[in-house]
C-alpha cells in the first residue's frame, strides 16, 4: 500500500484548505487513517483519525470543531478539511495507515506513511 497526500499550501489565518490522501495497493482496505503534523524543531503531533469501521473520528483538541475528517471508499482517498486555520497550525502533514487494534494517537501505530505536504498559515 503507498499513500500519497496533497492539497497542502500557503493560507492567510482564517483560511482554508482540504488536505487528500490516496491509498493505493491491494491491501488499502485493511487500514485505518490518520493525519499527524510536524512543525520545525517540533515532534510530531497527532492531529486526527478514523476508527476501523471509519464511522467514528477523534481529533487533537487543538483543531477539534475546526478540522473535519472525511473519507471517499471509492477514490481510496481520505480528506482533511481544515477551516478556520492559524497560524500554529503551520507544519507538515502527513497521513498514515495503521493496522486495527492500534493506538489511534500513536504515531507508532501507523505502519504506513505518505511523503507529507506543506501547510503555511500566514498572520
Known amino acids: 500500500v503507498q499513500l500519497q497526500a496533497s492539497g497542502g499550501g500557503l493560507v492567510q489565518a482564517g483560511g482554508s484548505l482540504r488536505l487528500s490522501c490516496a491509498a493505493s495497493?491491494?491491501?488499502?482496505?485493511?487500514?485505518?487513517m490518520g493525519w499527524f503534523r510536524q512543525a520545525p524543531g517540533k515532534e510530531r503531533e497527532f492531529v486526527a483519525a478514523?476508527?476501523?469501521?471509519?464511522?467514528?473520528?477523534y481529533y487533537a483538541e487543538s483543531v477539534k470543531d475546526r478540522f473535519t475528517l472525511s473519507k471517499d471508499n471509492a477514490k481510496n482517498t481520505v480528506y482533511l478539511q481544515m477551516d478556520s486555520l492559524k497560524p500554529e497550525d503551520t507544519a507538515v502533514y502527513h497521513c498514515?495507515?495503521?493496522?486495527?487494534?492500534?493506538?489511534?494517537?500513536?504515531?507508532?501505530?501507523?505502519?504506513?506513511w505518505g511523503q507529507g505536504t506543506q501547510v503555511t498559515v500566514s498572520s
Open positions: 495497493g491491494s491491501a488499502s482496505g485493511s487500514y485505518a
Open positions: 478514523n476508527n476501523w469501521d471509519g464511522d467514528i473520528s
Open positions: 498514515a495507515a495503521r493496522p486495527r487494534f492500534r493506538d489511534y494517537k500513536l504515531a507508532r501505530s501507523y505502519s504506513l
